[in-house]
């Protein structure tokens, strides 16, 4: 009994379908779900500060905090 190509070709796609979502759902179940260790937020902004900028390193990052009028500078005209 042969089959029709477009309903094996259905039938293929198909299994290569489950075949990748069984895989996937496998890994999902064995990934950790907890927070990794040193997201905790470690400073408040204060009314009117803000961050000026930031500068990420491997080991941390690290956070320019003030007020913006503090920074503003006129530019001169010559």
Do not use: K
């Not at 996937?24 to 260790?37: I, K, M, Y």
């Not at 204060?46 to 320019?64: A, H, P, S």
């Amino acid at each position: 009994m042969l089959m029709n190509p477009s309903v094996l070709l259905i039938v293929s796609l198909l299994s290569w379908y489950l075949s990748v979502m069984l895989i996937f759902w496998h890994s999902l179940r064995g990934q950790n779900t907890e927070a990794p260790v040193g997201t905790e937020v470690r400073f408040v902004l204060r009314e009117g500060e803000t961050i000026l900028g930031v500068m990420d390193r491997t080991e941390m990052t690290c956070f320019c905090i003030g007020e913006m009028e503090e920074h503003v500078h006129d530019e001169e005209v010559g």
